[in-house]
């Protein structure tokens, strides 16, 4: 017996139909496959298939610009009466695909077949990639779009959530966006179980470790460099929350970002005044409010922490040193003034 809506694709017209559990089949969206409308086809409701405001959404899901008659593709705005976009896809490429050197079409020029709900994707995967998705909700105030294939979470954009009733930190909503939005691909592999830094089994992963992910890089055949995901641990992020917030979300901005600036073409991890590291510490500064990056001791980074150690992480009006336990947890000891003098600039 087929019970509940299922939805399928039909005709050269690419119209979305429901069939219900009795079998009938019934008009949903009237919608032509590059994105067109086709209208005088009935009211816009709920029933079928609308949202309950008035943001045109098309077939291809992008939201359409009432001004511009572009759709909002996240990473690029799309031209849906030409089924193009505007701007050109950032690859990655198959040389093999002579549809590959077209950098303006949507899918490939054959949108029956395929759908691009926003060219974006952030990969999670781990035990607790779904946990990390619920945090990044909770705090950031966006719903985060993704779709699960063989345990890995692909998200694919976000929106703000309407129902929403917490307090945001604007500066940490918006790296959430970016990374959200963004054309390249972050990868992250997030946990309670790695809390051994895969970079060196003495020292204890303390949320993230994307230093250790970028220095073991690879090359495959084509050339291009390989980086595995940065182990994430919800332990640390959750202990740090309990405790402060704030702190905690700057530093999960930080390797968010910087996790994907370092995947980015020409990136790199740390230059000493530029790289994914620095714009990943700007985040971080944004986000608790402070004039100066943090300043932190030789010897102690996210993922270089041994058990019962002090990390201090120095800013510009406060200092929180930390003390990392064997799983990833830590305590946090919040400090304003700080005590440790940072160096003359």
Same mark, same amino acid.
């Given at each position: 017996?087929?019970?509940?809506?299922?939805?399928?694709?039909?005709?050269?017209?690419?119209?979305?139909?429901?069939? #219900?559990?009795?079998?009938?089949?019934?008009?949903?969206?009237?919608?032509?496959?590059?994105?067109?409308?086709?209208?005088?086809?009935?009211?816009?409701?709920?029933?079928?298939?609308?949202?309950?405001?008035?943001?045109?959404?098309?077939?291809?899901?992008?939201?359409?610009?009432?001004?511009?008659?572009? /759709?909002?593709?996240?990473?690029?705005?799309?031209?849906?009466?030409?089924?193009?976009?505007?701007?050109? /896809?950032?690859?990655?490429?198959?040389?093999?695909?002579?549809?590959?050197?077209?950098?303006?079409?949507?899918?490939? #020029?054959?949108?029956?077949?395929?759908?691009?709900?926003?060219?974006?994707?952030?990969?999670?995967?781990?035990?607790?990639?779904?946990?990390?998705?619920?945090?990044?909700?909770?705090?950031?105030?966006?719903?985060?779009?993704?779709?699960?294939? *063989?345990?890995?979470?692909?998200?694919?954009?976000?929106?703000?959530?309407?129902?929403?009733?917490?307090?945001?930190?604007?500066?940490?909503?918006?790296?959430?966006?970016?990374?959200?939005?963004?054309?390249?691909?972050?990868?992250?592999?997030?946990?309670?179980?790695?809390?051994?830094?895969?970079?060196?089994? *003495?020292?204890?992963?303390?949320?993230?470790?994307?230093?250790?992910?970028? #220095?073991?890089?690879?090359?495959?055949?084509?050339?291009?460099?390989?980086?595995?995901?940065?182990?994430?641990?919800?332990?640390?992020?959750?202990?740090?929350?309990?405790?402060?917030?704030?702190?905690?979300?700057?530093?999960?901005?930080?390797? !968010?970002?910087?996790? !994907?600036?370092?995947?980015?073409?020409?990136? #790199?991890?740390? !230059?000493?005044?530029?790289?994914?590291?620095?714009?990943?510490?700007?985040?971080?500064?944004?986000?608790?409010?402070?004039?100066?990056?943090?300043?932190?001791?030789?010897?102690?980074?996210?993922?270089?922490?041994?058990?019962?150690?002090?990390?201090?992480?120095?800013?510009?009006?406060?200092?929180?040193?930390?003390?990392?336990?064997?799983?990833?947890?830590?305590?946090?000891?919040?400090?304003?003034?700080?005590?440790?003098?940072?160096?003359?600039?």
């Amino acid at each position: 017996m087929m019970m509940g809506t299922v939805s399928l694709i039909v005709g050269s017209c690419g119209f979305l139909f429901n069939t #219900n559990a009795s079998g009938q089949v019934t008009a949903r969206h009237d919608y032509m496959p590059f994105g067109e409308e086709i209208v005088g086809l009935g009211n816009r409701t709920s029933s079928n298939g609308y949202q309950d405001d008035d943001i045109r959404q098309k077939f291809t899901s992008y939201e359409r610009d009432n001004e511009t008659d572009l /759709d909002f593709a996240q990473a690029r705005m799309y031209a849906n009466r030409l089924g193009r976009f505007t701007g050109v /896809d950032a690859g990655p490429f198959t040389p093999a695909d002579p549809q590959n050197f077209n950098r303006y079409s949507y899918v490939q #020029n054959n949108p029956l077949k395929f759908r691009d709900p926003s060219g974006n994707e952030i990969e999670l995967s781990g035990d607790q990639a779904l946990d990390f998705i619920d945090y990044l909700e909770k705090k950031s105030g966006r719903k985060l779009k993704y779709k699960v294939t *063989n345990g890995v979470y692909k998200i694919t954009g976000s929106e703000k959530d309407k129902n929403f009733t917490g307090k945001v930190n604007k500066d940490f909503a918006d790296a959430v966006k970016k990374v959200a939005g963004s054309s390249d691909v972050a990868k992250f592999n997030v946990d309670s179980n790695n809390a051994k830094n895969a970079n060196n089994k *003495n020292e204890i992963l303390f949320f993230d470790d994307n230093e250790a992910a970028w #220095n073991s890089q690879t090359t495959d055949k084509s050339g291009n460099k390989v980086i595995r995901p940065g182990n994430v641990n919800m332990n640390s992020i959750n202990s740090v929350d309990g405790q402060d917030s704030d702190f905690a979300q700057a530093l999960v901005g930080h390797f !968010l970002v910087e996790g !994907l600036e370092m995947r980015q073409k020409g990136g #790199n991890y740390d !230059l000493g005044t530029e790289g994914a590291h620095q714009t990943g510490l700007e985040v971080e500064r944004d986000i608790l409010g402070q004039k100066d990056k943090r300043y932190q001791q030789v010897g102690g980074g996210n993922s270089q922490a041994t058990s019962g150690a002090t990390i201090s992480f120095v800013y510009t009006t406060v200092q929180y040193d930390v003390i990392v336990k064997n799983d990833g947890s830590a305590t946090v000891n919040k400090v304003s003034p700080p005590t440790v003098q940072r160096p003359k600039k």
